[in-house]
């Protein structure tokens, strides 16, 4: 998934998508189900960026967690 060969909409979805699992991240430490809601979402539009819903899951929270490292949390 190359970020520079992305349509418009498909740049937003992922930004929106970046920003909801840092939430989803904070929501369940808060033990809250937002989570399953969150991979729920990420299968759904995983095939716009042609690969799998784990993998992009996967990258996601990846992202979000590092962010957390940084003290880059934007909830």
């Known amino acids: 998934m190359e970020q520079g060969k992305l349509t418009e ?3 937003g979805i992922l930004q ?5 699992a840092q939430f989803a ?3 369940q430490r808060g033990s ?3 989570m399953a809601d969150f ?4 299968a ?6 042609g690969v799998e819903p784990s993998q992009l ?8 967690v590092e ?4 003290n880059k949390w934007d909830i």
């Open 25 to 27: 991240l904070y929501c």
């Open 44 to 49: 759904r539009f995983a095939r716009i960026f």
């Open 57 to 64: 899951l996967r990258r996601l929270l990846t992202e979000a």
């Open 32 to 34: 809250g189900s937002c």
């Open 67 to 70: 962010a957390t490292r940084d």
């Open 39 to 42: 991979g729920s979402k990420v």
């Open 9 to 11: 909409y498909a740049r």
């Open 16 to 20: 929106d998508l970046k920003e909801e």
